[in-house]
């Protein structure tokens, strides 16, 4: 659609013409929910005349254009000049469009077609609304659930519109006898053109008569649904966000041809991302019919519709009495809560009354049951969780993951993308593990909750939990640690958030203590086991550039999905702690009072040469005093800024020492580092190390030095869950 030097100018110059030449008719089309071009009042007519005499005046005398830099002040002019330029006579009024499906929905009789709390209590639902960058999420239904998907794209509609977000959408709109359609078939192509002029029309800050001139170009040149999704991705640089709500039953004769949607507005989406990161793009697709998915894609996640497995009788009264929440009652962004109405089922001659309650069909008795078996539970799930099925048996499960601490495990539950009810397996005999089971991804997973640090609880967890889970190919200890910040400027300069895993585990504390020093046990005899061939693989192939950043890319998108929690406490707990608070000492500066007013116990303790007190101890470095200058200088803090957060989180893969003890020396530290070749300290990897193949990853919480603090322990496990979740999507 590129023309010559000149053409798009004398083309907007002729559209204003025939625009500026057309009478306000005041013809209505109410009924179909046309807006067209003579239903305009004559203020419109009149903008439109006045700006096509101004750029007639800033034609030179060889009738070259000089408006570039002109700046178009009303921006309902931009939509409103593409929207009604030739060959298009007008569009459909979206307003009409939501109005005429919530009226249907207020006379089916079929109450499951009104039903939606399902969808809205859907986790994935919450995380696509919140999401803080583009994404996509699917609603898959089928052609029994055609009804209700389509009323809830026009509720969610309402939603988003009534809390002032900018909002574009075609919904489905089923019919009913006598109801008028409207004038022009609504087909694939036309879907686009509605959602580009619905797009434009969000489009708030000024802009330039140049692309009124590309817009009216590209408008009046489209014809196929690849034209359009070019002017969808040119209007898309020109809105900081939006929603686009896309229902596929509004053409359903050519629904089939749509399946490639998603991939296509994945493909617009990136495009938007790499020129504009700033702009938040998220696409909502409704379809009865399967859709092509993207693959391994981490901002597209699904969300498969079923038969609500609830009581009629609990829906009809629900409805008669309007037991909705009304949309301008609904806070922004946040779905309306589910209702615990409960009602009586009707009874036969010899039963009581059942108490049916609409989060559990079965009854309040079975309620905890049924939550413990429920899929998509996570904040962030994966693409394909339709074809996730629950073990039959504890052999079943493949991977097992180990926290020993209750932070890493609320962070690696929170990714879970199922979750199975325990007491469906059996315990061996001799098992005291305590476990929470689902799904991550396409695997089946057991998440061991080791009672306390240290790699005796970890060899005796890992031991009983391979008595009942049989089938355990891959074990996985994720947490926190204490990190080797590494050479300051180096490709090994580590920061606290930072995600290491392990490629080889040092015991370091196992050995014999002689006078004045410690000699490891280092014989063939002696040592841990080499790595597993299998994971030795899979970290050769995540070495790679290509597989590093896809990890990476994965990692930020579930750390994302952590720090959108629908708890407010733990998105706080998630949220990154500042860059000005990961303070890294010399190895040789003791946390410790540097003034003898501030020690009740000098000259006992933090008076001497190396004496610390155990007030100094429990305090943290700003009440100490600890002095700037003894700060070292690294150049990923001091560009922290420049690079951005997601720049700055980095995954190593090296070696790990791992002990029962917890390191709070940075000589030490720095001593061991160089000894060993090791990046990162842990304390329950030597326990699982022999057990089978494994791998550690964990998120550095503190410089293992005397000033470390608990401030970023919550970060660092959720980046080792999202990391660990990543992995889990490469393995296998």
Request: charge should be negative.
């Amino acid at each position: 659609m590129t023309c010559s030097v000149g053409f798009k100018e004398t083309n907007l110059l002729n559209e204003l013409r025939a625009q500026s030449e057309c009478i306000a008719r005041k013809e209505t089309l109410q009924a179909t929910g046309i807006t067209c071009l003579g239903q305009l009042d004559e203020g419109y007519f009149s903008a439109v005349r006045d700006l096509c005499r101004a750029l007639e005046s800033l034609m030179d005398d060889s009738g070259e254009p000089r408006w570039t830099a002109v700046r178009l002040e009303d921006t309902s002019l931009l939509w409103k000049i593409a929207s009604f330029c030739k060959p298009h006579a007008g569009f459909l009024d979206p307003c009409f469009l939501r109005q005429q499906v919530k009226y249907i929905s207020n006379v089916r009789l079929d109450p499951f077609e009104a039903y939606g709390d399902d969808i809205w209590a859907h986790p994935q639902l919450s995380s696509w609304i919140g999401a803080g960058k583009s994404s996509i999420l699917l609603l898959q239904g089928s052609h029994d659930s055609r009804g209700r998907s389509g009323i809830f794209g026009a509720e969610l509609a309402d939603h988003i519109a009534d809390t002032k977000k900018p909002v574009a959408y075609m919904v489905y709109k089923p019919t009913l006898p006598g109801s008028c359609r409207p004038p022009f078939p609504i087909e694939e192509a036309e879907v686009l053109r509605h959602l580009a002029i619905q797009a434009l029309q969000t489009v708030a800050d000024c802009t330039s008569v140049q692309v009124l001139t590309d817009l009216v170009e590209s408008f009046s040149q489209a014809k196929t649904c690849a034209d359009w999704f070019k002017v969808i991705c040119d209007v898309f640089y020109l809105v900081s966000e939006l929603y686009i709500i896309i229902d596929l039953g509004i053409h359903a004769s050519s629904a089939d041809a749509a399946k490639t949607w998603p991939s296509k507005f994945h493909t617009i989406l990136e495009d938007v991302e790499a020129i504009s990161p700033e702009t938040i793009i998220r696409v909502m697709i409704i379809s009865c019919r399967p859709l092509d998915v993207p693959q391994n894609s981490v901002n597209v996640s699904k969300i498969i519709l079923r038969k609500p497995n609830v009581h009629p009788d609990l829906i009809r009264n629900r409805h008669s009495k309007q037991a909705r929440i009304p949309p301008s009652l609904w806070q922004a962004y946040q779905p309306p809560k589910p209702r615990a109405t409960q009602v009586e089922a009707p009874k036969s001659q010899d039963e009581s009354p059942v108490l049916v309650n609409n989060h559990s069909p079965n009854g309040p008795a079975n309620e905890t049951a049924a939550q413990n078996n429920h899929i998509d539970m996570g904040v962030a799930g994966s693409v394909a969780k339709d074809c996730i099925e629950k073990p039959a048996h504890a052999r079943e499960f493949t991977i097992a993951i180990f926290c020993a601490l209750p932070i890493e495990a609320d962070a690696v539950l929170s990714l879970f993308d199922a979750h199975w009810n325990q007491h469906d397996y059996s315990k061996a005999p001799g098992d005291d593990n305590c476990y929470s089971i689902g799904a991550i991804g396409r695997h089946n997973v057991v998440l061991v909750h080791i009672p306390s640090m240290g790699k005796s609880k970890a060899a005796t967890a890992s031991s009983q939990c391979r008595t009942t889970f049989t089938g355990i190919k891959l074990s996985l200890l994720v947490g926190i640690c204490g990190g080797v910040p590494g050479e300051p400027g180096s490709e090994g300069e580590r920061l606290l958030g930072d995600v290491v895993i392990s490629e080889g585990l040092v015991q370091y504390d196992f050995g014999r203590q002689y006078p004045g020093f410690f000699k490891r046990k280092a014989t063939v005899q002696e040592s841990l086991s080499k790595l597993d061939a299998a994971v030795s693989s899979f970290l050769a192939r995540l070495k790679t550039a290509e597989y590093t950043a896809l990890l990476l890319k994965n990692t930020h998108h579930y750390l994302d999905a952590l720090q959108s929690h629908p708890d407010e406490k733990r998105r706080l707990q998630y949220t990154h702690p500042g860059i000005e608070n990961d303070s890294l000492y010399q190895p040789f500066y003791l946390h410790k009072h540097h003034e003898k007013s501030q020690c009740s116990s000098w000259e006992d303790d933090c008076g001497t040469l190396g004496g610390v007190c155990e007030e100094a101890i429990e305090s943290n470095c700003d009440s100490l005093g600890c002095e700037y200058h003894q700060l070292i200088q690294r150049w990923r803090t001091q560009n922290f800024e420049k690079q951005g957060q997601e720049r700055n989180l980095t995954i190593h893969i090296g070696k790990l020492a791992s002990g029962d003890k917890v390191i709070k020396s940075g000589e030490d530290r720095d001593r061991v580092a160089l000894e060993e070749k090791i990046i990162a300290f842990e304390m329950e990897g030597a326990g699982l190390w022999d057990h089978g193949p494994c791998m550690v990853i964990k998120s550095i919480c503190d410089h293992a030095d005397c000033h470390k603090s608990k401030r970023w322990q919550s970060y660092a496990a959720a980046t080792a869950a999202a990391c660990t979740k990543g992995i889990l999507e490469q393995w296998g």
